[in-house]
């Protein structure tokens, strides 16, 4: 696949690589025999064919692994650079592996076993991350943080004094209650990402999530009171998927959707997933290399008729986007010389909510501010107040410029979903996924970010809640495109 790779590592490769290089340097020429002791790799022999040495075990104990390097990865400038908000150092950490649950979709990316460190070697890295690098803010990017509540509590005793903020991925349980939730609010945490689903019982039975749509409701209601951001996925597709369960879960997205920052999408297969191998055995995925290089495009594993799965694709999954279009009551927004300000009101004890946007990309956002008064999280649409706004100013661009739209995301959807001139008016469709560029999106071309430099276009509508700076560095240095007008959604209002 990688002809100029000499070497491959499957797993954890943290041991592999070092018994790898030291084999590598031990001799002028390392023999295949001393090769083939080292397990967990796939070697390219001379005639350019391939072969995997036995498997490696998962690393038992985490703590025996050095912290990464952070000054080799330049933390502290990257962060800088791309910060969202002043000054925010953001520190990605992994303080586990795995996950002891075996969702059906899961392709078990951090092994089949669930491992944790310790928590005192856990703080040793916190402890450098703060002081070394000024790091304020924390993403732990395990599957799986805590599933054991005394665990939990104790890290919140333990990380409270250090007064940084942390986002974290847990999984809905009977465990977590408001008392536990509080703790963690108080402790720093700000975001909980939860894996949701669906809202369909019989489909989050079939995924083997081991949890009701009673205990999703729970959970985001007590994440709510107690001051967190909750953050979800639904999936759709699974095989237990039909007709009514689609529309059980859509329904419940849109009578529920102020309790979280919810995404949709349709399941994939990824290598590792029990999805995946059922697919293989049935024949639904023929080819397991193509599939792969081609970047696991869709399939239609549930039990739609491959028409109604393409209209969910295309149709039922946009009708979240329109969600964003409801007019919240009691909101106003007020434009002013360099700020947003705007008035709400506290959903759980009715006290007014005073708040002012950092930048304009946070009216693309679910917007959250706490309540003064009872602690509880509000979620704020501020989208309907300017879209009229910026879908006029839109529909002048389109027709009176040769338009590119950057993004095929969410931010794109939720505006074609509900914009005529998306369907009507001619523009091209620019993104750098593999798949859209392959496969289009709702029967249009997408065509890659470079041919900008052999097509007439002279204004780009960029649809991320990127930063408008962000996106010119990548086009210069990325893809040599410098002399296009570049344009923020966001921007237009």
């Known amino acids: 696949m990688i002809p100029e790779a000499d070497f491959g590592m499957i797993g954890e490769g943290e041991v592999t690589s070092v018994e790898l290089v030291n084999a590598l340097q031990s001799a002028v020429k390392c023999s295949e025999k001393e090769i083939r002791k080292i397990p967990g ?57 795995s996950c002891p649950n075996s969702c059906t979709f899961c392709s078990k990316t951090g092994g089949k076993k669930y491992r944790q460190r310790s928590l005192e070697n856990i703080f040793l890295e916190i402890n450098e991350l703060v002081n070394k690098y000024h790091v304020n803010k924390l993403n732990f990017s395990d599957e799986l943080f805590a599933e054991n509540p005394n665990r939990l509590f104790q890290f919140c005793d333990m990380i409270e004094p250090y007064h940084i903020s942390y986002r974290v991925s847990m999984h809905i349980g009977k465990n977590l209650c408001k008392e536990l939730l509080s703790r963690m609010y108080e402790s720093g945490c700000k975001v909980i990402f939860y894996g949701l689903e669906s809202a369909d019982n019989n489909v989050l039975k079939s995924m083997r999530k081991h949890i009701t749509i009673d205990d999703i409701s729970r959970c985001l209601r007590a994440t709510k009171e107690a001051g967190i951001i909750a953050e979800g996925n639904f999936i759709f597709g699974d095989p237990a998927e039909t007709e009514e369960s689609v529309q059980t879960t ?22 590792g997933s029990q999805l995946y191998d059922d ?12 599939f792969i290089m081609d970047g696991c495009p869709l399939v239609n594993v549930s039990g739609l008729s491959e028409e109604r799965y393409i209209r969910m694709v295309n149709q039922d999954l946009t009708t979240v986007q329109k969600m964003r279009l409801r007019r919240q009551e009691g909101l106003t927004l007020e434009k002013k010389e360099k700020d947003i300000v705007g008035k709400s009101k506290c959903s759980c004890c009715g006290k007014e909510i005073k708040f002012k946007l950092k930048n304009r990309s ?132």
Not at 250 to 271: H, Q, R, S, T
Not at 375 to 382: D, F, K, S, V
């Open 250 to 271: 859509l329904n419940w997205i849109k009578e529920n959707y102020m309790l979280g920052v919810f995404e949709v999408a349709a399941i994939k297969l990824y290598p």
């Open 362 to 493: 946070q009216v693309l956002r679910m917007y959250t501010e706490h309540c003064m008064d009872c602690g509880a999280l509000e979620y704020l649409n501020l989208f309907p107040v300017y879209y009229d706004k910026i879908i006029l100013q839109m529909e002048y661009l389109i027709k009176n410029k040769k338009v590119a739209i950057f993004g095929c995301g969410n931010v794109w959807k939720m505006f074609y979903s509900i914009g005529n001139i998306f369907q009507e008016c001619e523009y091209v469709i620019i993104d750098e996924t593999p798949f859209l560029q392959k496969e289009g999106w709702n029967g249009r071309k997408v065509f890659p970010v470079g041919v900008l430099n052999t097509m007439e276009i002279d204004t780009m509508i960029v649809m991320l809640r990127t930063s408008k700076k962000e996106i010119q560095e990548k086009l210069e240095s990325k893809y040599n495109i410098k002399n296009i007008n570049i344009i923020m959604c966001y921007d237009l209002m």
């Open 279 to 290: 697919a293989v055995s049935s024949g639904k995925i023929k080819n397991q290399l193509k």
């Open 41 to 97: 790799l796939i070697v390219r022999k001379s005639d350019g064919t391939l072969y995997c040495t036995r498997k490696r075990e998962d690393i038992e104990n985490l703590d025996a692994l050095p912290f990464p390097d952070w000054e080799g990865f330049r933390l502290v400038e990257t962060c800088l650079k791309y910060a969202k908000e002043d000054n925010s150092i953001v520190a990605p950490i992994v303080s586990s592996r």
